[in-house]
């Protein structure tokens, strides 16, 4: 009986034992302990809910509608120089004054995902088509230098203008000519006998340009005569040619010289001492942008004056509009057109702008 008692009371504790092991195949589950000691030794990061900040850089493309303008060399020249030194991928590519080109450009940039574009359009007439080619694309656009309309613009909240008002410039090239001793009246025959040596008349700039130098004298109550108005397409070439044409035919009656540009006013200075005539002593020169060679002119005195266009001021503008765009924010109607002021340059100030 004493056997069997304890037969049976073996057999309890071994039944016991393996119920307590509950079918452990012998080794240890040490995942817990380890996942332990992993947290003990790297601290907990304590939570942000702060997004972080995006990558810095990114591809842009800007388009420009053609490399040989001179204020357009130096408006892409500092563009380059700003959006690398930000980090950057920039292409920049040549439209040739050909707008069905600067089309395709701007398809192959869509085409090759950039993050954003700065467009400086061919034609001011091809805004609709550029806008919805960018609208549709989602693609985040800077245009610069011509201005479309604010209805234009306000199709797509994802677009903003940057430039300058071209009235100021055009007010300013007339307050130019009212500051000489005679206010432009070289002759004293009581009215200021003029040419328009006009860029692109599709151009907004040129047409500001144009109507409101005149508007300035006349504003003052100064009587003009328009000798000739000629379309000269921004270029020095045809500065030379048109001023050069109208010398031939007026004559000493010509005053005054109104230039939309500065390189057409180089262009028109080359004629003004063909033909003998002297700035600021018999003829006036004025023009827009205030590039160098034109800078050098007023101060030797064989310009009047000139129009500082900013090219460095428009493109950190264009490029801060960018950023602000790509980091999400998005234009109302009436508000996607951001200007860079025009400053008088003459003979007392120009040193300020050289070098």
């Known amino acids: 009986m004493k056997k069997t008692l304890a037969l049976l009371l073996s057999v309890l504790m071994l039944v016991t034992l393996l119920a307590a092991c509950g079918g452990d195949s012998g080794t240890p589950d040490t995942s817990g302990d380890s996942q332990q000691e992993e947290n003990a030794g790297t601290p907990e990061e304590p939570s942000n809910d702060e997004p972080e900040a995006p990558a810095a850089g990114g591809t842009v493309g800007v388009c420009i509608y053609q490399f040989t303008d001179a204020f ?141 130098s005149v508007k300035a004298l006349t504003d003052a109550g100064v009587e003009v005569e328009e000798l000739n108005l000629t379309r000269g397409d921004w270029m020095r070439e045809r500065g030379q040619e048109i001023v050069a044409n109208d010398l031939a035919q007026f004559g000493s009656a010509v005053e005054v010289v109104f230039c939309n540009n500065d390189d057409m006013a180089i262009g028109a200075l080359q004629a003004i001492q063909a033909a003998g005539r002297k700035v600021n002593e018999d003829i006036y020169l004025v023009g827009v942008d205030a590039l160098d060679a034109a800078l050098e002119e007023v101060k030797n005195g064989n310009m009047t004056g000139t129009v500082l266009n900013d090219a460095n001021g428009q493109a950190t503008a264009a490029v801060e509009q960018m950023e602000l765009l790509l980091g999400g924010k998005t234009f109302a109607a009436g508000e996607q057109s951001v200007y860079v002021d025009y400053v008088k340059v003459t003979p007392d100030n120009v040193g300020d702008f050289m070098g």
Do not use: H
């Open 72 to 212: 357009m060399t130096t408006y892409r020249n500092a563009l380059q120089e700003i959006l690398e030194s930000k980090g950057y991928n920039v292409t920049t590519v040549d439209g040739a004054n050909d707008q069905a080109k600067q089309n395709e450009q701007i398809n192959t940039f869509i085409t090759q995902g950039v993050d954003a574009l700065i467009i400086n359009p061919v034609m001011t007439s091809a805004a609709d088509q550029i806008i919805a080619t960018v609208q549709a694309a989602g693609i985040p656009t800077v245009l610069i230098n011509r201005e479309p309309t604010a209805d234009q613009m306000a199709v797509y909240d994802k677009l903003v203008y940057v430039g300058c008002d071209a009235r100021q410039s055009g007010t300013m090239q007339g307050e130019l000519i009212l500051d000489t001793p005679n206010g432009g009246d070289i002759n004293g025959d009581g009215k200021v006998s003029y040419i328009m040596v006009q860029g692109d008349p599709e151009n907004v700039d040129a047409q500001y340009r144009t109507e409101f």
